[in-house]
């Protein structure tokens, strides 16, 4: 089963691509994590490194290649998840060229749908204690009393507002493109984790 699973900062993508790439014994393939392993490995072109660091993209035929490759490897024959790819149009349109070459194609859109309300409550609120490295979340796990609170710069109001409207952005354009294929299923993200997974498997087609 080829998957693509779609998701703002704060979605619980993470939790929810790692209980689906268990169950269907599938691999996760993050263009992210692919993109900062070139990187840690210093064989990403210098020019993708700052795009990177800039909070800019990397190309799409880049990343279309990384997938391309990534995907011939034999533990992708019986499908993958791919999470952070496609992120453009044109990155969608090469998967599907790609994977018809193949004679394959994607079975299924994830979008994981939260309301940015709670995305900003989820992502504003986190804090870490700067002596043990613990992390807490002033509404849902609440820190002790005695507590030596940071708050990342990332996790801050007008830097979470810019993660949601990139993410935003990149979709408006993404989404529509699968909903016109049919592939997209749209799944209320919010709930306990386990709920959500249900709903996640319950949207999916037939294993094949
Ligand atoms: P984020 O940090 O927003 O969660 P990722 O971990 O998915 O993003 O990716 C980190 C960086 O790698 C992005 O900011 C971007 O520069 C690059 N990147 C990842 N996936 C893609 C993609 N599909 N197309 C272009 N650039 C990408």
């Excluded at 939260?114 to 043990?132: A, C, F, Q, W």
Aim: proline share 7%; with cysteine; aromatic share 4%.
């Amino acid at each position: 089963m080829i998957i693509v699973l779609v998701g703002p900062p704060g979605s619980g993508k993470g939790t929810q691509a790692k209980v689906m790439t268990q169950r269907l014994e599938i691999p996760h393939l993050s263009t992210g994590d692919m993109l900062r392993a070139a990187k840690a490995a210093g064989t990403l072109e210098p020019e993708y490194v700052t795009a990177m660091d800039t909070g800019g993209l990397v190309p799409d035929h880049k990343v279309i290649g990384l997938i391309d490759e990534r995907t011939q490897r034999a533990d992708c024959k019986s499908g993958f998840l791919l999470d952070g790819f496609p992120r453009t149009v044109p990155q969608a349109e090469g998967l599907e060229r790609m994977l018809a070459a193949r004679n394959q194609a994607v079975d299924a859109v994830i979008q994981l749908d939260v309301h940015r309300d709670k995305l900003e409550e989820r992502l504003v609120n986190p804090r870490t204690d700067k002596r043990t490295g613990q992390i807490y979340h002033l509404i849902y796990n609440p820190p002790p009393s005695g507590a030596e609170l940071e708050h990342r710069d990332d996790d801050r109001p007008e830097a979470v507002a810019k993660r949601l409207d990139a993410y935003e952005s990149m979709t408006a354009a993404l989404l529509p493109f699968y909903e016109e294929r049919g592939l997209l299923r749209r799944i209320d993200g919010v709930g306990n984790p386990e709920e959500i997974t249900k709903r996640v498997f319950a949207a999916l087609p037939e294993r094949k």
